[in-house]
């Protein structure tokens, strides 16, 4: 992995793979640059690809204080390494920093917004006090309770099932990103309603989900899609729990990618 110095001071670790128009994927919750692996190098046989460690997560830094406008600039700053302008594929709140960094003036040039969980479409939204909450917990010295929170209220996964991964092998690495997880509810909170600016982005955009998603986000996606100027909402087979179907989703960004 190489890095880059993002607008205040943060390292933020990236991948570059294959050659062609530049496509970068944001992803999510509990996610670094290997979250779309698939997807990623399916893309880069005919796209370079790049994908990155949003902060506080992998192998990138951290800065504080959190702004939203932060990640907007780590998000340029990648654009910037993977050629100057890009198409930028955001997955889950991944989707809501890309759409926001595009509102911002971003060179972006093509939008893939994957289950981007916006409050539409009857989906609820993110509780306004969800960020300061996890926020104490974390420094009180309960990662995992900020964790085990986020899931419940910023995931919305039933509480016994959020029991049972603790004590899963892979709860100790979910654990180690619940900084992050402050910084994915102030995305999804502050951001949960796309604003004016936001429902103004001109690029050619695709709403995507999986056929197998959860209950709501297609919903919200076909809302997301009728407040974008040139956007439309595809379903592709398979996503199971919201799980990215990257050969079907590959298809889709590459007929995205013939639009001008």
């Not at 399916?42 to 800065?63: E, F, I, N, P, W």
């Not at 609820?124 to 964790?147: C, H, K, Q, S």
């Not at 009728?226 to 990257?246: E, S, Y």
């Amino acid at each position: 992995m190489q890095t880059l110095t993002s607008a205040d001071g943060t390292t933020i670790a990236y991948e570059r793979t294959g050659s062609g128009p530049a496509v970068v994927l944001a992803t999510g919750a509990f996610n670094d640059h290997t979250t779309g692996a698939d997807l990623a190098a399916l893309l880069a046989q005919d796209h370079t690809v790049v994908t990155y460690d949003r902060r506080a997560r992998g192998r990138s830094g951290d800065t504080a204080p959190y702004a939203i406008q932060r990640e907007i600039e780590d998000l340029a700053g990648v654009i910037g390494v993977a050629g100057g302008s890009a198409a930028v594929v955001g997955y889950s709140s991944g989707g809501h920093l890309a759409l926001a960094a595009a509102a911002d003036g971003v060179p972006i040039t093509h939008l893939a917004l994957y289950e981007a969980p916006f409050a539409l479409g009857g989906l609820p939204a993110r509780p306004a006090d969800l960020p300061g909450r996890l926020t104490a917990l974390i420094a009180a010295g309960r990662p995992g309770d900020a964790v085990a929170l986020f899931q419940t209220e910023g995931v919305g996964l039933p509480a016994a099932l959020v029991e049972q991964l603790r004590t899963s092998p892979g709860w100790p690495a979910l654990v180690a990103l619940a900084q992050s997880t402050v910084y994915d509810a102030t995305v999804t909170s502050e951001l949960g309603v796309p604003t004016p600016a936001m429902c103004a982005v001109a690029v050619p955009t695709v709403v995507i989900t999986g056929a197998q998603t959860w209950p709501g986000l297609p919903e919200s996606a076909a809302a997301l899609a009728g407040l974008l100027p040139r956007a439309r909402h595809v379903v592709v087979t398979g996503g199971a729990d919201h799980g990215i179907a990257a050969e079907a989703t590959a298809e889709v960004v590459r007929e995205l990618l013939r639009r001008t």
